[in-house]
């Protein structure tokens, strides 16, 4: 029997394997190149996760403000008419940039806003409308989600980057739950990753499931 066939069939169906897999399958790692470089992928991305974040969390906090400013206005030209859509927003931690009154904008202007909820993690996320005053409880990983409202289809995803390359691929926190997500819809929305200029990276190594955004938005 070939290493290959070592490996159960289930985690041969993904177009690459998660990035645990070697702690799941005694053995694993010591296989196909593909496997191999995805392994050295998985570490390179967990390091350039924490460089980027750290660097971030670094920049005192009127300059991160000042940043979100200008992603807000580039973020009107970008996205266009908001009236009678609907905007996944996201509610903002470990520093990413703060779009929550740009966000108020835009249901001002006859939009609706969603914000992502993690149902369980390796699972796409769902999208709950979300308006001010509305109730927001603590979720995985304690971002705060809406307790309850309807589940939508955004037209519109703004998705905020830990990284991103010339080729629009985000970098994320590591859970996949964009792709997956984006994956999972039945028709594709407009995929708008924002980020400060310093999240720019050479590449991201883009792999069969990574999904580039429509556009990047940056502070620049
Ligand atoms: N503000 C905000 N909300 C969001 C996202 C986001 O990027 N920003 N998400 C966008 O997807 C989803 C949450 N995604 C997350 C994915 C992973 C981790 C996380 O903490 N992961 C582990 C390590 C994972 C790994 O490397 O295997 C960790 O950092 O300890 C947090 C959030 C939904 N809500
Ligand atoms: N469509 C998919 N189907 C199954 N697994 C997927 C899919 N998309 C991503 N994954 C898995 O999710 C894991 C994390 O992927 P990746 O490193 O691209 O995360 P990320 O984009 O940085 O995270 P996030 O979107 O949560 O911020 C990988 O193990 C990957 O195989």
Redesign the pocket.
Known sequence: MSDQEDVPLETREYASPP??MHELVPGYGAEPVVQDSWRDV?RW??AE?KRLIDERLAVDAEERVARSLRIASALDLAVGRVSGRIVSG?????G?PDLRNWAIKVIERGGRIA????IK?GWP?EFRVWAPGDPLER???N?L?PSHGPSVQPDVVI????GFDQANYRL???????DR?LAAMPKRPFVVGVGYSDSRIQTIYPQPHDIPMGVIVTDE
């Open positions: 990035c645990f998985c991305r967990k996760r996201y509610w903002p931690f470990r990413e914000l992502p909820v993690v993690k996320l979720g995985v990983w971002i989600v998705a905020p980057v830990v994320g926190y590591g859970g996949g739950f964009f997500t």
